[in-house]
């Protein structure tokens, strides 16, 4: 059982930026391709974005395309989620999630292993 811990969330005016941090615990952080999802008040959870093993590929949905960027450390376990000019509807829980599968997941379903969220709030 793999636990995964976020951190970096909090309370930014829009147009700010906010760095989110997931560490992984365990041995096996690179055969996990890893994602983000978000979950804003009254809402389902929307997918983010998502990364390979490696880190050579990213996936992202188009309501963040151009303004976050995923990126990981495999010495340190750790993935990133880089979020520039955010707006007042990114406010939700943000959480990463971890795929043992050989491909990417892209979607909500199909993750492994998830953290406890970080709350991020934008201001108008």
């Known amino acids: 059982q793999e636990l995964l811990v976020e951190s970096g969330g909090g309370l930014v005016q829009a147009g700010g930026s906010l760095r989110l941090s997931c560490v992984v615990s365990?041995?096996?952080?690179?055969?996990?391709?890893m994602g983000w999802l978000r979950r804003a008040p009254g809402k389902e959870r929307e997918f983010v974005g998502a990364?390979?093993?490696?880190?050579?590929?990213?996936y992202y949905a188009d309501s963040v395309k151009g303004r976050f960027t995923i990126s990981r450390d495999n010495a340190k376990n750790t993935v990133y989620l880089q979020m520039n000019s955010l707006k007042p509807e990114d406010t939700a829980v943000y959480y990463c999630?971890?795929?043992?599968?050989?491909?990417?997941?892209?979607?909500?379903?199909?993750?492994?292993?998830w953290g406890q969220g970080t709350q991020v709030t934008v201001s108008s």
């Open positions: 990364i390979s093993r490696s880190g050579g590929s990213t």
């Open positions: 365990g041995r096996s952080f690179g055969s996990y391709s």
């Open positions: 999630s971890a795929s043992a599968r050989r491909t990417m997941v892209l979607t909500t379903n199909g993750f492994d292993y």
